[in-house]
């Protein structure tokens, strides 16, 4: 059984930054995409980032473009998503997701493996 467990995140004020870690258990990581969403209480799942294998394509959605980085460590089995100049507007659960199977990444159907999730809090 897949597992991807989350951490980093916490409360931050607008402006600051946090980094986020995902670790997977998948031991074939390095062959697939990986990618992070949030969910705000009441709203759906929306698509942040994700990289590809190898890390040679990254994909951003448009708000968080310019502030916030997805990469990859291969060796480590983990995806980190460094988020900069944080606002209320970021604030969410934050979840990993391991392999896409869709053509669409920013389809949470596209997504086979899923963690937890870890909570960002931002204070204006």
């Known amino acids: 059984q897949v597992q991807l467990v989350e951490s980093g995140g916490g409360l931050v004020q607008a402006g600051d930054s946090l980094k986020l870690s995902c670790t997977s258990s998948?031991?074939?990581?390095?062959?697939?995409?990986m990618g992070w969403f949030r969910e705000i209480s009441g709203r759906g799942r929306e698509a942040v980032a994700a990289?590809?294998?190898?890390?040679?394509?990254?994909y951003y959605t448009d708000s968080v473009k310019g502030r916030f980085t997805i990469s990859r460590s291969d060796s480590k089995t983990t995806v980190y998503l460094q988020m900069n100049s944080l606002t209320p507007n970021d604030a969410a659960l934050y979840y990993c997701a391991a392999v896409v199977v869709g053509s669409d990444w920013k389809d949470q159907g596209s997504w086979r493996h899923w963690g937890q999730g870890t909570q960002v809090t931002v204070s204006s």
């Open positions: 998948i031991r074939t990581f390095s062959r697939y995409t």
């Open positions: 990289i590809t294998w190898g890390g040679e394509f990254t």
